[in-house]
C-alpha cells in the first residue's frame, strides 16, 4: 500500500519514480546505505557553506 501511494506521488517526476524502482531493485540494506551518504554529503555541503560564509570578510 505504502509503495502504491509513493509510485502515484512520483508518477509526474519521472526521475524520483526511476529512483525508487532503482532503490527497489537494490534491496534494503542498499537503500540504508544511499540515505546514509546522501545525509552525510548533505552535511558536508552545509558544514563547507558554513565555512565559506564565514571565510568571507565582512564590512
Known amino acids: ?3 502504491q501511494a509513493l509510485d502515484a506521488a512520483a508518477a509526474s517526476r519521472p ?3 526511476e529512483a525508487f ?3 527497489r531493485k537494490a534491496g ?3 537503500m540504508f546505505e544511499v ?3 546522501l545525509m552525510l554529503e548533505g552535511a558536508k555541503a552545509r558544514l563547507e557553506a558554513d565555512t565559506q560564509r564565514s571565510a568571507k570578510p565582512r564590512r
Do not use: C
Request: net charge negative.
Open 15 to 17: 526521475l524520483l519514480a
Open 35 to 37: 540515505g546514509v551518504d
Open 28 to 30: 534494503p540494506d542498499a
Open 1 to 3: 500500500m505504502r509503495q
Open 21 to 23: 524502482a532503482s532503490y
